[in-house]
């Protein structure tokens, strides 16, 4: 019952967060960029910084923000029509695809495998991501650590039929771990450096020589084909938000600290864990993301086969 109820809640607060996005365009002016971002990330940076609302506002537009707990849920926001443009890491956009969302990718940043990890608490007996077999293993189903789980699996010649997957978001996840409810825990930065901190957390394997760990821009495609270029200066001041990042790592995360509710020092360890580089969709990263989609398909975890290059906005498009 008690998880009948959680569910309940959670499917609560997306459908608040879905219709807020959507009331968005109900007031004002009537072109409107509806941003969907999540409390860690270049958007937040953006939206923090303020730089482009001015731009956009000489186009006309006016622009929305709606924030999300996770890739998953913004990419189903996207999908019923309430957001333009968000980001995502590689896994959730597999998942939407499949599921016949408008998806378009527009750009990517580069890998940070280091930006993930399969974490086992400081105590723990295990030692190789071998001695997962038959254990039960934390993660956020969908998202970017679904996948490092399975290849991390593959590469140590276990099934992924052989462990057993709790499917939590990173709050729950951080406390079923510590209170020794499930062996293992599978998380990204922030959530991953933060745990590390407060907790002394082990990393058994991260996604350095497994997977990618790419971040994803989209826009819908009824969005995109409408106004390209209003999704190019998103795009270019995204990539403006992004040098400063690079360059002064500490100012970034004295920023986003407080909004996060971490230290400084712990954000400061996930920013330089981040990759940094807003680019055009390549064909290289369509066949990465493919290699995604091909293996979730393998193992049922989507319902089709699908071909990420239908979706994908490439350079000079």
Do not use: C
């Amino acid at each position: 019952m008690r998880r009948i109820i959680q569910r309940l809640i959670a499917a609560f607060v997306l459908s608040i967060g879905i219709v807020a996005a959507a009331v968005g365009t109900s007031y004002g002016q009537d072109k409107v960029v509806r941003i969907g971002y999540q409390k860690y990330g270049k958007l937040v940076l953006l939206k923090s910084k303020g730089t482009l609302e001015p731009k956009l506002a000489a186009d006309g537009y006016k622009v929305v923000w709606t924030e999300f707990p996770s890739g998953p849920p913004l990419l189903e926001a996207l999908n019923v029509g309430a957001i333009d443009f968000g980001n995502t890491g590689e896994a959730p956009p597999i998942f939407a695809q499949a599921a016949g969302a408008p998806i378009q990718y527009v750009a990517f940043e580069p890998p940070a495998p280091q930006g993930e990890a399969i974490l086992v608490p400081k105590d723990s007996p295990l030692k190789s991501v071998t001695e997962l077999k038959g254990k039960k293993v934390a993660l956020n189903k969908g998202s970017n650590v679904h996948y490092l789980l399975v290849k991390a699996l593959e590469k140590a010649g276990v099934k992924y039929s052989e462990v057993e997957p709790v499917f939590l978001a990173p709050a729950d996840a951080r406390a079923a771990f510590e209170r020794g409810a499930v062996d293992a825990w599978v998380i990204w930065d922030p959530f991953q450096a933060a745990a590390e901190a407060a907790t002394g957390a082990r990393t058994l394997a991260d996604g350095t020589g497994i997977v990618a760990n790419y971040q994803f821009y989209f826009s819908s495609k009824k969005f995109l084909d409408a106004n390209s270029k209003i999704v190019d200066v998103v795009l270019a001041e995204l990539s403006t938000v992004d040098d400063w990042a690079k360059g002064d790592i500490h100012a970034v995360a004295e920023q986003l600290a407080p909004a996060i509710g971490l230290s400084v020092p712990v954000v400061e360890v996930a920013l330089k864990r981040q990759s940094y580089g807003i680019k055009p969709i390549t064909d290289a990263v369509i066949a990465d993301q493919q290699q995604v989609a091909d293996a979730f398909f393998a193992l049922g975890l989507i319902p089709k086969s699908i071909k990420i290059s239908d979706v994908a906005r490439k350079s000079g498009s």
